[in-house]
């Protein structure tokens, strides 16, 4: 399997793993923050950004695609790094402090604590976003030059959307173009739901953060989070959607260095969202 990464910065291992169709650029708002206490690798996870579907083909579910990444990390010749994620990329992180093969896992809106309606919800929204990524190039990169269409493309993935800039968006816009294990994902994800009593046993720091403005998968998500896994740390990030790094890079950054050690612990507000619980009723039919 060849996973195309970023390495840099010194110190105790960091891997960090991006969600379903984006790529290791969304962590590009936190990471030279991160590289200040950590050697971190980004990765592109296999048929997303610049890596390529594995020979075999995509991993079918979950399992596969933790086993995919563990020999990975042993190539890199990193044992027992510290890991971080969001959304797919939240849940393999979890997935990773199940088997003790990491230091640390924080996980940002994890993917695993929906219900069946609520997973469809989800991908109906993505897949609608990866269709409207198939504009001619050209057309999309003038129209992302408009701070309100930029705004309005990307309102289900962040709360801020405008704060990211022309280029990173239509970078963005094409890698979900051009996932090709998205469809892969999407029929994996169909059967996946975080077993929370595995990691009950794990004796790793687990801190999960979720956006109270997160469209895709709903900030009251996080209560089942917290009552199945109350040893961990469940945050609310204000202002923060589905990819919180570009919302809040440093609240963000610091959560992450916080669970890994290298920076002390601010008692932060945790995930008790009761009044802001809604229901998310599946009106998408896919």
Do not use: K
């Not at 960090?16 to 050697?39: C, K, S, Y």
């Not at 089942?224 to 890079?249: E, F, I, K, N, Q």
Request: charged letters at 20%; aromatic letters at 6%; proline letters at 7%.
């Amino acid at each position: 399997m060849s996973i195309h990464f970023r390495r840099a910065g010194s110190g105790e291992p960091l891997v960090l793993i991006h969600g379903i169709g984006h790529r290791h650029q969304a962590w590009e708002p936190v990471f030279d923050r991160l590289t200040a206490h950590h050697e971190v690798i980004a990765l592109d996870l296999p048929g997303f950004g610049n890596s390529p579907v594995p020979g075999t083909g995509m991993p079918a579910d979950m399992a596969a695609t933790v086993a995919g990444v563990l020999p990975a990390l042993t190539e890199w010749g990193l044992e027992r790094p510290h890991v971080a994620g969001y959304s797919l990329g939240g849940a393999i992180a979890l997935e990773l402090a199940v088997t003790g093969a990491v230091a640390s896992a924080t996980a940002f809106s994890p993917a695993g604590f929906f219900t069946a309606a609520e997973r469809r919800r989800a991908l109906a929204i993505l897949r609608m976003l990866r269709a409207n990524s198939y504009l001619p190039t050209p057309i999309m990169r003038v129209a992302l030059r408009s701070a309100y269409l930029r705004a309005l493309c990307f309102a289900p993935l962040m709360a801020r959307p405008t704060l990211l800039d022309v280029e990173r968006a239509l970078g963005d816009a094409l890698a979900l173009r051009r996932g090709a294990g998205f469809n892969a994902v999407a029929r994996a994800a169909r059967d996946y739901r975080f077993d929370c009593p595995r990691l009950s046993d794990a004796t790793v720091p687990v801190t999960i953060g979720w956006g109270d403005c997160d469209r895709i998968f709903g900030v009251h998500q996080a209560e089942r989070a917290r009552a199945g896994l109350p040893a961990a740390r469940v945050v609310t990030l204000p202002r923060c959607g589905h990819v919180p790094m570009s919302d809040d890079p440093d609240l963000v950054a610091a959560l992450i260095l916080e669970t890994t050690g290298a920076v002390p612990r601010t008692e932060r507000p945790d995930a008790s969202v009761s009044a802001q619980v809604t229901s998310q009723e599946d009106h998408f039919t896919l």
